[in-house]
């Protein structure tokens, strides 16, 4: 009976390679990924777990990744107690214990796989959303690049801001979590895939270590919650909330999230979200502009008003106080976790939503 049990557990281990074997199906059928996964199982699981989790305001994953470390440390100083005490069994410890940590691995990842994984090899948005991708112009992003800094200037009159001059959301981020849902259910009648019954997205407590990693937000699929770093400047604060709402909803791609953040900011009927979502495709845009065409680039950021540029340095001296070792090795971990999900350009697919914000600025240029 024991030797079944020990059989039983060991095979649980195959867990690991079924999970990717069911990746690399999926990636050659997004078209029935996107109707009977993204569309279909996925929707039923997100939602009741985030209508299940939503009811606590507390971050329930938070409470759980501390609770899966301690758990970690404390296995480990008995493990190490143990084998001090233990003369003749070492070789059987140290096995069994590796043993429980593959079988850990595998089935987190059989389950990461089926509850959120698929939602990588969906159809792309730009092709849900019926927008022409293809290779740029410098004169379209330049322009791209105009219209956003237009409207960023224009919205940054409506926003409130601090002592300091810097644009500041009065009610803090709890307002903001609890507002968010408007820009999704605005434009859910233009895209369905947007729809839905979710959470409001979560402050995490310990938003300091999210700040020193270099993490803004993260989208937890075990229990389907949007963790937001509540500590952020406000500038982005909307639209980061909004990013892993798109998260939340099944696009796991950087580069979409980002746009879908963007079109629900200003699908939003406040001027905060509006002028927060402008902001997170102007930087993303001037960005790419600047490393193709110098000169534009200084000659349009001369055009942002006070305002603004007071926002985007009170942002850039946020994440530079926190800068460091630990920021270099979180960005590390999430590029190497973004290739594993067939994002090729790993932290560089953030920038990609530029060619969805050029593809809509053609259409709309072309009407």
């Known amino acids: 009976m024991d030797r079944l049990k020990s059989i039983s557990k060991w095979s649980l281990i195959l867990l690991l390679p ?31 777990l985030s209508t ?60 990461f796989v089926l509850i959120w994984g698929l939602n ?22 330049t322009g791209l690049c105009e219209s956003l800094i237009t409207e960023a200037n224009d919205l940054r009159k409506q926003v409130q801001e601090d002592e300091n001059g810097v644009m500041y959301i009065p009610k803090g981020y709890k307002d903001v979590f609890n507002r968010a849902h408007k820009g999704y259910d605005n434009i859910s009648d233009t895209y369905r895939e947007l729809s839905g019954n979710y959470g409001d997205p979560k402050g995490v407590v310990f938003s300091q270590v999210m700040s020193y990693s270099g993490i803004a937000g993260i989208y937890f699929p075990f229990t389907a919650e949007a963790n937001i770093n509540k500590d952020r400047t406000h500038v982005l604060l909307p639209a980061t909330a909004s990013h892993e709402m798109a998260h939340q909803r099944g696009f796991a791609r950087e580069d979409e999230a980002n746009y879908i953040a963007y079109l629900t900011c200003k699908a939003h009927p406040d001027p905060d979200f509006q002028y927060s979502g402008t902001m997170l495709a102007l930087i993303h845009s001037m960005k790419q502009l600047y490393e193709h065409d110098t000169n534009a680039y200084f000659t349009l950021k001369a055009t942002y008003s006070e305002g603004v540029l007071r926002d985007l340095q009170d942002n850039n001296d946020f994440w530079q106080k926190y800068s460091g070792p630990i920021d270099k090795a ?22 990609r939503m530029v060619d969805l914000l050029i593809a809509e600025y053609r259409l709309n240029y072309n009407k």
């Open 120 to 141: 990588y090899y969906r159809l792309p948005f730009s092709e849900i959303a019926n927008l022409n991708v293809q290779d740029a112009t410098i004169e379209e992003l």
């Open 52 to 111: 299940i989790t939503g009811i606590i305001p507390t971050s329930i994953a938070e409470l759980l990744i501390i609770f899966l470390i301690a758990f970690f440390i404390y296995k480990l100083v008995k493990i190490i107690q143990t084998t001090i005490k233990t003369k003749n069994k070492k070789r059987y410890i140290l096995i069994n214990f590796l043993r429980k940590i593959l079988i850990f691995i595998s089935v987190g990842y059989f389950i």
């Open 330 to 351: 979180s960005t590390k971990i999430n590029n190497t976790y973004l290739k594993l999900n067939k994002q090729q350009d790993g932290v560089q697919s953030y920038g």
């Open 18 to 48: 079924i999970g990717i074997l069911l990746t690399n199906i999926a990636q050659s059928s997004p078209a029935f990924i996107e109707k009977y996964y993204s569309n279909g199982i996925y929707r039923y699981i997100s939602q009741f």
